[in-house]
């Protein structure tokens, strides 16, 4: 199996967030890509089925799979343009999101993605003293979105990875805050899927670019993820769509071939 580790949301190795990008002949059992996102530890592997016209896409953390990912899609997207595909332009994958268009200019990719407008709610209890900081707002989606203060409220962050795993109603949480360089901010935890902390995350900015685009009053947006290893996203709300678009770079670190068994 052709494999290859891609730094999405990143113009140069080492940032971004890294993501597996398996290329399939067919495919294969999840309990194998399962027991292949394990063996990665990365975030989030993708694998990818090349069919007529567009591409099969599935995605899974080391604790299971998930219905969106949005880096390790856009590392999809830059293996098809780089290694298999290099004169198209739209590359289309359906996957259990619905349809996902990534639209390849020069060395920029832009993903067509679905929209989650978060309804305002209570925050689970506990959540305040796991992740260490005061919620201003808590929404929930697919993910649940809090809103700290300010980006150094964000930027220095030490919550509690147990206590939050324990939380059962919160699978990812988005802390967010008003930028100083940027629109806005944000870090990533998710460790009901094996994940303490995402780099950078596309699939939050569902989430993300919608809350902000309101409050802001703006539907062009620039988001900087405030994790160690970094990320900054351009954004754009589509909301007579339903849908949103989010832009960054991608770098290749590794190719290789994973030594597999034949599946019985």
């Not at 305040?128 to 203060?149: M, N, P, Q, S, W």
């Not at 901010?185 to 460790?191: E, I, K, L, M, W």
């Not at 062009?220 to 589509?238: A, P």
Request: charged share 25%; proline share 5%.
């Amino acid at each position: 199996m052709k494999y290859y580790i891609v730094d999405a949301f990143s113009d140069k190795l080492f940032g971004g967030n890294q993501a597996g990008v398996c290329v399939l002949e067919h495919p294969v059992s999840a309990k194998l890509m399962q027991n292949i996102a394990i063996e990665n530890n990365f975030s989030e592997t993708a694998f990818l089925v090349r069919r007529d016209g567009y591409y099969d896409l599935r995605w899974f953390t080391p604790g299971g799979e998930i219905d969106f990912c949005g880096h390790a899609t856009l590392g999809s997207a830059y293996v098809v343009k780089t290694f298999l595909e290099p004169e198209i332009r739209d590359i289309q994958f359906r996957a259990m999101c619905g349809q996902l268009t990534v639209t390849c200019e020069n060395d920029l990719f832009t993903m067509n993605a679905p929209r989650w407008v978060p309804e305002e709610t209570v925050a689970p209890e506990g959540l305040r003293e796991a992740l260490g900081v005061e919620i201003l707002y808590c929404g929930k989606t697919r993910d649940t979105l809090i809103l700290a203060d300010n980006a150094k409220t964000v930027r220095d962050l030490k919550p509690d990875i147990g206590a939050l795993a324990r939380i059962t109603d919160v699978k990812c949480a988005i802390v967010t805050a008003p930028g100083e360089d940027s629109d806005f901010v944000c870090r990533v935890f998710a460790p009901a899927f094996g994940i303490d902390e995402d780099p950078v995350t596309g699939s939050a900015h569902s989430t993300l670019i919608p809350y902000w685009a309101e409050k802001l009053g703006k539907t062009d947006l620039i988001s900087h993820q405030l994790s160690g290893r970094g990320g900054v996203l351009t954004c754009r709300d589509l909301p007579a769509d339903g849908r949103v678009e989010m832009a960054g770079n991608a770098v290749c670190y590794l190719i290789g071939e994973l030594q597999l068994e034949e599946e019985e």
